[in-house]
């Protein structure tokens, strides 16, 4: 494929860069986006400082290893659970990618979120629209220029120290990260290199880099050519109904030669955030953030012609197909995203507050003989994850006569997330013992909720010779 | 559009490669990765001005090491001054009741395990006797190694607890075992 653009719209042939100004667009996509823009900040900004449970709503106290999410308390013990979320995660974006192309990028995807929804809106109230700003370009710099610059950064930087600090706070929470300002870098140094450090790649990458992000970087962006096929619906431009392009004549009246719908504005490169242009048909560059459709589209309704010259079509589509939604990647791909949500689902309600696990007591024989009995020694690992202190119980019975079973503490309280191990010590009379090994059953109860779980045991012994 | 391009280097397929300038920033990182490299190079392996991370890691852990064992002594005078300590004793005995009153009784007068409050012993009477055989365990008769499990610190406590309690002779207890200390 050989495009008019030399290599990327974003680069120029010596591989320096072609900083993009996107003009100013207006339209229902933007309007959609930026409600969406809105309600994804606002979760994100304030996740952490909503109460649920005794605990923020997202904390992901690493450190500790205790995840509050939802009002729900997790321990190390249920990170399995993350695969289950990553492969809900993957196949969905496998399928929203075969279905609707690149839309995770234009409205989910944080670089998106944050350059079109606060940076870039930022640059256009401080340093005005595209047509001044390309102008400008060419002018020598002014007092009201670089007051203007140094207004936007001051900005960009002020908000970037936001976001870094709510990162910081999702995992420390808002509390201790207030007692970390207060106490002061010296006593938290890395906490605060932690923030200092993101604060500065959001910098960076906000002020600076931006679409390079997506076009060169992201490894998602450079798996599109596999992730799309034929029937994937895009952002396209109605190739067969726009050209040839030309001016807007009243072709009738003049007699002058047939031209199609697009009149060769160029609104829909310019609105473009990464420079492409939409009609050399689907790029790999395209974010699906549907701006030059706004664009076209208000062109369109000036000129009194029907919208969507540049709209949605699959490949298919656009060499006179039918749109195709039902096919088997799809399928499959749905299947496998329901399969692991539902996985995922099933888990979490069947999850207990606890956990419970049976060991052979560190350093023992697995068995000790002892004149006319037989010894075992285990330890139960108890661990609460409730997210208050809770009460629990626990009972061993063996189906031999004569076992004597002792329970080192048959009740223990424990505080949320902490942990006890229990010893248990269990002899059987070797008269009782005719078959070996027995299977004990082991009982652990949470007496605050009920929940419990039965775990087998095994009673080891040697060979018995009645 | 197909205007024919001199760059393409590679045709397979009908995938065509080009041969195209990097971006600038891309290069950028590559040759200073290198440039760091060197400098890397020099600063721990050559000049071993700064020590390498396994060495720091090393350091770090005998630092830790050596103050876990300043803040728990286990000589016998040290642990026989915590038997003395009223708070440090109740401390241990609820270790006790927890962890070795399962085989060793409620009140220490033995069970499966010797009696613990007369004055007989079978490892050794001395305070670092009692915490070697908590900490080591004697597993071929059934004594687990708690130190692993318990940790240092609640080895000291437990420890003396036991001294607190030895020769109290607590009635009912289990027939004496091992020999005897004066």
Not at chain 1, 247 to 274: S, Y
Not at chain 1, 319 to 324: D, H, L, P, V
Not at chain 1, 456 to 464: Q, W
């Amino acid at each position: 494929m050989s495009s008019p653009a030399p290599i990327l719209s974003s680069m120029k042939v010596d591989g320096s860069r072609n900083y993009i100004i996107p003009a100013d667009v207006h339209g229902r996509w933007i309007r959609l986006r930026r409600l969406g823009f809105v309600a994804l900040i606002g979760f994100y900004v304030l996740a952490p400082f909503i109460p649920m449970g005794g605990h923020p709503m997202v904390q992901l106290d690493v450190a500790g290893r205790r995840f509050f999410l939802f009002g729900q308390t997790f321990n190390a013990q249920d990170f399995w659970m993350v695969l289950l979320l990553l492969l809900t995660f993957a196949f969905g974006l496998l399928l929203v990618t075969a279905w609707r192309g690149r839309v995770w990028c234009g409205w989910g995807c944080p670089q998106t979120v944050f350059l079109e929804g606060v940076y870039r809106p930022i640059e256009r109230f401080f340093e005005g629209p595209r047509e001044k700003r390309l102008r400008q370009a060419n002018e020598p710099w002014t007092g009201e220029r670089v007051l203007r610059r140094v207004a936007k950064l001051t900005a960009f930087l002020l908000v970037s120290m936001v976001i870094a600090h709510t990162a910081t706070a999702i995992f420390v929470s808002p509390r201790e990260l207030w007692l970390m300002i207060a106490e002061g870098p010296g006593t938290h140094l890395e906490a605060f290199s932690l923030t200092t450090g993101f604060t500065a790649i959001l910098m960076f990458n906000f002020t600076w880099f931006r679409e390079q992000f997506c076009v060169v970087l992201c490894p998602y962006g450079r798996l599109q050519s596999v992730l799309h096929d034929r029937d994937s619906v895009t952002v396209a431009y109605a190739e067969k109904r726009g050209e040839p392009r030309g001016k807007a004549h009243k072709t009738l009246e003049t007699g002058a030669p047939k031209v199609g719908d697009c009149v060769d504005c160029r609104k829909c490169v310019n609105v473009c955030p990464t420079g492409i242009d939409i009609r050399n048909g689907l790029q790999m560059e395209c974010l699906a953030c549907n701006q030059c459709i706004d664009a076209c589209d208000e062109v369109m309704v000036k000129l009194n012609r029907p919208t969507g010259l540049v709209g949605f079509a699959s490949q298919t589509e656009l060499s006179g197909g039918a749109r195709r939604v039902v096919r088997p990647r799809l399928m499959v791909y749905g299947a496998l995203m329901l399969l692991s949500a539902g996985t995922l689902g099933v888990s979490l309600v069947n999850r207990t507050p606890f956990e419970a696990n049976v060991f052979r007591q560190h350093g023992t024989n697995p068995f000790v003989v002892d004149g006319e009995v037989v010894r075992n020694a285990f330890e139960v690992h108890v661990t609460n994850k409730n997210p208050a202190e809770a009460r629990f119980s626990l009972a061993l019975t063996a189906p031999v006569s004569g076992a004597e079973i002792s329970v080192g503490t048959p009740t223990i309280e424990l505080k949320s997330l902490t942990d006890a191990h229990v010893p248990v010590m269990v002899s059987i009379p070797t008269s009782s013992l005719s078959m070996t090994p027995v299977e004990l059953t082991l009982t652990v109860k949470d007496e605050t909720n009920g929940s419990q779980r039965v775990i087998p045991v095994r009673f080891m012994a040697p060979p018995m010779h009645h | 559009m197909n205007a024919p391009n001199d760059k393409i280097v590679r045709r397979y397929d009908d995938i065509e490669e080009e041969d195209n300038h990097l971006p600038n920033w891309w290069l950028f990182i590559l040759f200073s990765t290198i440039v760091f490299m060197f400098g890397y190079w020099f600063v721990y392996h050559t000049l071993k001005l700064l020590p390498s991370p396994p060495v720091e890691y090393a350091n770090e852990i005998d630092a830790l090491k050596k103050a876990r064992n300043a803040a728990n002594p286990m000589s016998d005078d040290a642990l026989a001054s915590l038997a003395k300590d009223p708070a440090i004793v109740a401390e241990g005995k609820q270790v006790f009741a927890s962890t070795c009153a399962s085989c060793h009784g409620p009140e220490a007068a033995g069970l499966v395990g010797p009696n613990l409050t007369d004055n007989y012993w079978l490892h050794g009477a001395n305070p670092t006797d009692i915490a070697k055989s908590m900490t080591d365990g004697y597993p071929e008769k059934g004594m687990p190694s708690w130190g692993p499990i318990l940790g240092a610190e609640k080895v000291r406590k437990v420890t003396a607890f036991i001294l607190s309690i030895r020769n109290t002779n607590v009635a009912g207890g289990k027939a004496p075992q091992g020999d005897p200390v004066n």
